[in-house]
């Protein structure tokens, strides 16, 4: 039986192994298929492709992409994608983009709070790659305002608190038909992570359903006893196919390591039969 683990994530975004230190990571954790889905780029695929092929793994081109219902923010995973279409790299710009002005906003707000240069240093600490509020919590952190990232998201950029800018990611509608239309399969990650009501929950399933979204993620890294199973009849309810992933972002997390996942329940169709 292959391992899959359909959700990873690298420095490109928000995880702390390169690309390539990656794949290497998985192959020693017995993975035989993964998807690199970074938070908003594809910009590791090329590198991490070029592993694989050296590894002896099969790597599946994704992306996580951020969007917001009903004022909640959601993460959608895409699979499988083609990045020869100029679709995906244009929904990348468009995300970008609004991840720029999300970003000049908490440096103009974190300036009235006396801490100047965060934009040049949060970026200078991005390395040319998605900017986010991990590294400006690296900027406060190495600028001495905080003495560890918890507290930089505790006393700036957490929710409510006075760096706090709300996301304007576009919404699930919108990019469900940009997976869709650079090829690629789209799947309603980790939905348990939303604390929603089972009935909000399936709300959100039926509209991503409706635009076109084609897959759950029924198991995300080690879950609740029965998790999966409950998620598995949502899955079957509106007729979406299953994936699983480890969501792993960096080592000495036992609970999204590689490959962690285990097997997704028998009663669902797994996402890989759709490519």
Sequence with gaps: MQVYDLHSHSSHSDGVLSPVELVV??????VDVLALTDHDTVSGLEAAAKQATIEGIDLI????????????????????????????HAAVADVQHRRQ????????????????GALAGATDLACGE????????????????????????????GAGKPCDVKNVWPSVEEVVHWVVS?????????????????TKLCRLVDCFTASGGLALEVVNGRQAVGMADNLAKIAIQYGLAASIGSDF?????????????????????????LW
């Design 101 to 116: 002005q999300r970003a000049e906003a908490i440096a103009e707000k974190l300036a009235k709070a006396g801490i100047a």
């Design 249 to 273: 972002h960096l080592p000495d997390q036992p609970w999204q390591e590689l490959g962690c996942s285990g097997s997704l329940p028998a009663q669902v169709r797994p996402v890989w039969e």
């Design 130 to 157: 998605t900017l986010g509020r991990p590294h400006f919590a690296r900027y406060l952190v190495r600028e001495g305002h905080v003495s560890n990232v918890n507290q930089a998201f505790k006393r700036y950029l």
């Design 25 to 30: 990571r998985a192959k020693s954790k017995q």
């Design 182 to 198: 650079a090829g690629g399969i789209p799947v309603l990650a980790h939905p348990a992570k939303y604390k929603m009501t089972r």
């Design 61 to 88: 081109p994704g992306i996580e992409f951020s969007s917001q219902w009903n004022g909640c923010g959601v993460h959608i995973v895409g699979l499988s994608l083609d990045l020869g279409l100029p679709d995906i």
